[in-house]
């Protein structure tokens, strides 16, 4: 079963700084795809970035930048800066490409960005 | 920009009764599911659900959870007996059929069992 670790219950930042956020995960499959949710106060999940296994290039939004390790099975969140509201708790997620469409969650990064 | 609703956004209950937690997806996507996240821990898969019937279910999903597409629109979560565990915020995502378009959350819905 694949598994995803985030080991950092909580990070700070000040704004307008850069914050990398860190995450494994443990797979056999060869293709599959990643995603980092943000979850602010609110709630509501909502999608940052994503990455294919199968693209080489690491994905970009805007301020959202991944370090896509492959083989190290490393997908790491960088945040440029950041503002005040990038502030909520950051969840990894993998999702099989053959087996099933469920998300596997790690346990979130609480991010605090200060002024 | 379409988005998922659900309803209601807080329920309280007593334990033992039945709750029913329900969702719009967006229209056009055909992938359903439910997730849910107990205080302080990690969101956890639950159910997928496409071309009106489970497709994958977890652990967790036991025989006291149900999950229905009554209409064109509404996707359900049903608990038929509750207990003071099912505390928790319940997710509604949907996603289109190819594999490589991601799920979109709703805004949860807090269930309390008193």
């Known amino acids: 079963a694949q598994t995803v670790t985030q080991s950092q219950p909580e990070m700070s930042v000040q704004e307008a700084e850069t914050v990398t956020l860190s995450c494994t995960y443990d797979t056999s499959e060869s293709d599959y795809y990643l995603f980092w949710y943000k979850q602010p106060p609110s709630r509501q999940m909502i999608l940052v970035i994503r990455?294919?296994?199968?693209?080489?290039q690491n994905a970009t939004e805007n301020r959202f930048s991944v370090n896509f390790q492959k083989a190290a099975k490393s997908f790491s969140l960088k945040i440029s800066d950041s503002q005040l509201g990038d502030a909520a708790m950051y969840f990894c997620?993998?999702?099989?490409?053959?087996?099933?469409?469920?998300?596997?969650f790690g346990a979130g990064t609480i991010l605090r960005v200060k002024s | 920009e379409p988005e998922v609703t659900q309803t209601p956004s807080h329920q309280v209950t007593q334990m033992g009764q039945e709750v029913i937690l329900r969702c719009v997806p967006i229209?056009?996507?055909?992938?359903f599911y439910w997730y849910r996240q107990i205080l302080g821990q990690k969101v956890e898969f639950l159910v997928s659900f496409y071309n009106n019937e489970i497709s994958e279910k977890s652990e967790i999903f036991d025989d006291q959870f149900s999950v229905e597409r009554p209409d064109g629109s509404n996707f359900t979560l049903k608990i038929r007996s509750t207990k003071l565990e099912d505390s928790a915020m319940y997710f509604c995502?949907?996603?289109?059929?190819?594999?490589?378009?991601?799920?979109?959350f709703g805004d949860g819905t807090r269930l309390s069992i008193l």
């Open positions: 229209s056009n996507h055909l992938y």
């Open positions: 995502a949907s996603s289109e059929l190819r594999s490589n378009q991601p799920q979109h």
């Open positions: 990455q294919e296994a199968y693209k080489q």
């Open positions: 997620a993998y999702r099989s490409v053959e087996y099933g469409n469920k998300l596997v």
